[in-house]
């Protein structure tokens, strides 16, 4: 845009009036009229090159009031340029002029074409015309581009033009601007005035006891943010009874998200306040009539806990946990389940123990034999964190029947997040307590009709060889690795492949020889030229692990042998063999069997043979 035909430069690019002056705003207007939605994006996402082609004065003056007319744009486009001005305060002037991004621009003498596309815009600034658009993600990036601008204004300046702005959202005829008007109290409060500071909490005050449900869920969701800026007595006199209305409002939607404001407000008050001031309506909120607002207690339940401190933990959370862990609903359930480790791990050391096994223990019992599979599974997945916290001796007398019962569940997720986990109880008792119950559980999932289910146990496999150790898993588990790779699921093969190397990784170099070259190499033999093609996919990853010699010896004479397929598509896989393994073999090795196969291959019938085989002669440097 700013190129050879830039501002300034060359004759008649504004439209033929001989003012080029204009060219950079003069295409922005043509682009943004066009049509074209993805054309109209990208000259938005152009601005920062237009606004530097202009200089700071013309893009105060002629850009920020041009802009103002595309407020009536598609989402999409609306978005990119909400984006696009929180990083424009550079570009109008720096800090000094970051108003000009809030306070309509004045017009200059602007070409006539320029004129008539302004004539019908307010001129009422950008972001804040995007502030109250419908869409709600447009809106949330104009907030946050308003938020970075406030950053950079000085308070005179914040006073005198951005707490304005907030204002006038925040008494808006549009439920729009109000919720956009309560993401911004925060980001001026702390460098307001007194006067202003008092005025700012009225407005958010108003916000908070709004008749539309959207804007009350707005300031429920920013209360916390907000109480963290202001001074503790207003957090005291005025915070904790919006957060007492808004936790008692009729709709859950905003008893919920003050729920989250909760966690807030509890870090800024001392532990008598806390007792007085907010656990009345905590405790009423774990016990409300909505699930979705206990659902908002578990899934917060760690921050509480930590907010609140040890002392009320004990009284108050502990009773409300154990009702959540029993909750009707599904849904709570699992979320307190998958709190179960954290609120262990956060108690304080002295009684943990007793609080677990009293408290805690008997209500996680109930849930391994839950009604539904989620709540099942979200347990599963931390359940064995509980063994490094409760030591060798309880895992094995009251963890240990737990993990397998849940080995052997009829759910492949809660197997699969117990074995997942496996590393927790090896620190603490040893695989070896759970092997006979892991097998079965481990070939069901190897075997699982859900392919993801079965990709998910090859990723664990190597971490399960370790523990196990070599001799137990040759014995039972080298079976199931080989088996995947002849699996009908090109993602299940391809795991296999990188396990395998793994394998060896671990295991070593004289194993791989041993006990997985010969199955591999086998497999160049198989009726299935998938197989066949899986045999140079292992070859690839294997040479690596184990080796010039085993490479040389035992796999490159597989390979070669393979040039020879019937069919095409193995035989460029063999080429793509050569060349991978080719910078592991010796001199020798190279120019007296690799040569002359990929020369040969390069005189292939088929091109993509040809293709492959060149390359590798020109890789290797085999010319």
Known sequence: MAGAAGPGTGSGAAGGDGDDSLYPIAVLIDELRNEDVQLRLNSIKKLSTIALALGVERTRTELLPFLTDTIYDEDEVLLALAEQLGNFTGLVGGPDFAHCLLTPSGICHLGHEILAVLQKSCLQPPLESLATVEETVVRDKAVESLRQISQEHTPLALEAHFVPLVKRLASGDWFTSRTSACGLFSVCYPRASNAVKAEIRQHFRSLCSDDTPMVRRAAASK???????????????????????????????????????????????????????????????AEDKSWRVRYMVADKFSELQKAVGPKITQNDLIPAFQNLLKDCEA?????????????????????????????????????????????????ASVIMGLSTILGKDNTIEHLLPLFLAQLKDECPEVRLNIISNLDCVNEVIGIRQLSQSLLPAIVELAEDAKWRVRLAIIEYMPLLAGQLGVEFFDEKLNSLCMAWLVDHVYAIREAATNNLMKLVQKFGT???????????????????????????????????????????????????????????????????????????????????????????????????????AQEAISVLALA
């Open 510 to 612: 004289e194993w791989a020889q041993n006990t997985i070259v010969p199955k591999v190499l086998v497999m160049a033999n198989d009726p299935n030229y998938l197989h066949r093609m899986t045999t140079l996919f292992c070859i690839n990853v294997l040479s690596e692990a184990c080796g010039q010699e085993i490479t040389t010896k035992q796999m490159l004479p597989i390979v070669l042998k393979m040039a020879g397929d019937q069919v095409a598509n193995v035989r460029f896989n063999v080429a793509k063999s050569l060349q991978k393994i080719g910078p592991i073999l010796d001199t020798d090795a190279l120019q007296e069997e690799v040569k002359p196969v990929l020369q040969k291959l390069g005189q292939d019938e088929d091109m993509d043979v040809k293709y492959f």
């Open 331 to 379: 849904e709570v359930r699992a979320a307190a389940a998958h709190k179960v480790k954290e609120l262990c791990e956060n108690l304080p050391s002295e009684g943990r123990e007793t609080i677990i096994m009293n408290q805690v223990l008997p209500y996680i019992k109930e849930l391994v034999s839950d009604t539904n599979q989620h709540v099942k599974s979200a347990l």
């Open 223 to 285: 209360l916390g943010e907000f109480a963290k800026v202001l001074e503790l007595d207003s957090v005291k006199s005025e915070i904790v009874p919006l957060f007492t209305n808004l936790a008692s409002d009729e709709q859950d939607s905003v008893r919920l998200l003050a729920v989250e404001a909760c966690v807030s407000i509890a870090q800024l008050l001392s532990q008598d306040d806390l007792e007085v001031l907010v656990m009345p309506t905590l405790r009423q909120a």
